[in-house]
């Protein structure tokens, strides 16, 4: 299984820029999607092929990379992205996930 | 607009079944691979397996291959999960999703609509 690793939390100042990494074991080309999930809610998608923004995703939201190296991105940070953000791999079967970085503001 | 509607989930004994259900609307269900994910109560993520639009084909994680089952009825634009002798570990939010297609240089697949999720609990 193709393992992705994120770092577990960040911390940001609103109106400041967020960097969310995923690294996976294995090239996954561009396949690569990232998912907010606030507290109680089910997951969104936000960016999707690793930088395509989603349908009705605000342009504050970004993702850059391909292969194993993938990057998200927020800027600006607003009161409202406060949730943990998921990468996940569709490269190959089983689909993965990573374990989540929790967005915190300062 | 999209949605997808679980039910079924609730609180079930070691080894026994359960059946989940999710309801789409919004779109021609008919047309969708679908999916169902799990996420575990330390907020693990899971990918439980997909199934054709048609109903023809199904892949699951091979660790849940033998205990779970997908299936779907177009007529009722319902999608099901077939779960057996359920274990503690079982214990997790599930959610049906709809996979949608993407083309960047391939074709690839993306979850990008996600039901509120049914709650399982697995406990004597």
């Known amino acids: 299984d193709i393992v992705l690793t994120q770092s577990p939390a960040l911390a940001v100042s609103l109106g400041q820029r967020a960097t969310i990494s995923c690294r996976a074991s294995?090239?996954?080309?561009?396949?690569m999607h990232w998912y907010q999930q606030k507290s109680g809610q089910q997951p969104k998608l936000l960016i999707y092929g690793a930088s395509n923004l989603a349908s009705g995703v605000p342009a504050r939201f970004s993702g850059s990379g391909s292969g194993t190296d993938f990057t998200f991105t927020i800027d600006p940070v607003e009161a409202d992205d406060i949730a943990t953000y998921y990468c996940q791999q569709s490269r190959n079967d089983p689909l993965t996930f990573g374990s989540g970085t929790k967005l915190e503001i300062k | 607009e999209v949605q997808l509607v679980e039910s079924g989930g609730g609180l079930v004994q070691p080894g026994a079944s359960l059946k989940l259900s999710c309801v789409a609307s919004?779109?021609?269900?008919?047309?969708?691979?679908m999916s169902w994910v799990r996420q575990t109560p330390g907020k693990t993520m899971e990918w439980i397996g997909d199934?054709?639009?048609?109903?023809?084909?199904?892949n699951y994680a091979p660790s849940l291959k033998n205990r779970f089952t997908i299936s779907r009825d177009n007529a009722k634009s319902t999608l099901y999960l077939q779960m057996s002798n359920v274990r503690s570990e079982d214990t997790a939010t599930y959610y049906c999703?709809?996979?949608?297609?993407?083309?960047?240089?391939?074709?690839?697949?993306?979850?990008?609509?996600w039901g509120q999720g049914a709650s399982v609990t697995v406990s004597s």
């Open positions: 199934i054709k639009y048609d109903g023809s084909y199904t």
């Open positions: 294995e090239s996954v080309r561009s396949s």
């Open positions: 999703t709809r996979e949608e297609w993407a083309y960047y240089g391939y074709i690839d697949y993306v979850m990008d609509a």
């Open positions: 919004g779109f021609t269900f008919s047309d969708y691979w």
